[in-house]
């Protein structure tokens, strides 16, 4: 008897031969773009650490992005796809989460997990120059002493607010040409939470003055809590003026309960919250290198009495 032939193994194959039956084919060019790509952001990392001399060049201060905090869970997880918008627009560069309250990880947490290894710039997720801004954030940074932090601006007043602002009123209907009548007959509740600052609800009229000149009709500012007008006094204000076609701009970061009432309180459309829009990660490196390029301030001199 003649020994049988052993079975194929249809797992392999010669060098340059036929895949083997069943085997997936992939466009080597298009596996070859791939790893170059790969390896062309790897290496791209890996040189901005390094200076034109050849000496490593220090790390970039973390970007702690500073959220208020919700219940609601679509905030947190918007929060984290704005992150994630940032991570990829500047894959280098450390971004870490820090939460006011309601949510894990809080500031101070954050924070405290980069003490004595990492410099830090904690950028607001905060649209005006309100409390936590001016006292909160502060305060929690200075109670973890073992980390150098910088306090970047608010997000807002910037035109690249207004930029999502009107993307967002775009994507809930509203229309970029309309006629004079129409015009005439439309406006804009800015609607966003409140705050007893004069310093915020100036941010909030100068970011309503920006979006009135993109839009070419009134935008006014209306707040959930803490100030006047509310949306529908808002809303009657500007039907006694004629003004009987108005929509409802979210100046909100999040979903939340704020939001979700204003919403409900809109006699036409609303449009979503600034959410992750690709503006809004743009904003927060513009607020982090601002803060990394401004000089430090200067010790507080000591005086010795003679």
Do not use: K
Request: proline share 10%; hydrophobic share 40%; with cysteine.
């Amino acid at each position: 008897m003649t020994a049988s032939n052993p079975a194929r193994d249809e797992s392999s194959h010669r060098p340059g031969g036929p895949p083997p039956r069943g085997a997936r084919l992939e466009d080597p060019l298009d596996s070859t773009a791939q790893l170059m790509n790969r390896i062309t952001s790897q290496l791209g990392s890996q040189l901005s650490l390094v200076s034109l001399n050849g000496t490593r060049r220090p790390a970039p201060p973390a970007l702690v992005l500073v959220a208020h905090g919700s219940r609601d869970p679509r905030a947190l997880a918007t929060v984290r796809t704005l992150i994630e918008r940032v991570r990829e627009l500047r894959p280098q560069l450390p971004v870490r989460l820090g939460h006011i309250e309601l949510n894990e990880p809080l500031l101070r947490d954050t924070l405290t997990s980069l003490e004595g290894r990492q410099d830090a710039v904690l950028v607001p997720l905060l649209l005006g120059r309100g409390y936590h801004v001016r006292r909160d954030i502060p305060e929690t940074a200075a109670a973890v002493p073992g980390v150098r932090t910088r306090v970047a601006a608010p997000l807002g007043p910037h035109p690249l607010l207004v930029e999502t602002l009107y993307a967002r009123l775009v994507e809930a209907g509203w229309r970029t040409r309309m006629s004079d009548s129409a015009r005439r007959a439309s406006a804009v509740v800015l609607a966003s939470a409140g705050s007893r600052s004069p310093d915020s609800a100036a941010d909030t009229r100068r970011t309503a003055q920006l979006l009135a000149e993109r839009l070419g009709v009134p935008v006014v500012p209306a707040y959930a809590s803490a100030d006047t007008p509310t949306v529908p006094a808002a809303v009657r204000a500007l039907a006694a003026r004629g003004r009987h076609r108005v929509a409802v701009a979210s100046y909100f970061t999040a979903p939340g309960r704020f939001a979700t009432q204003c919403a409900e309180e809109a006699p036409w459309i609303c449009a979503e919250p600034l959410g992750d829009h690709p503006a809004m990660a743009r904003l927060l490196l513009h607020r982090y290198d601002q803060a990394v390029a401004a000089p430090e301030p200067a010790p507080e001199r000591t005086l010795i009495p003679a």
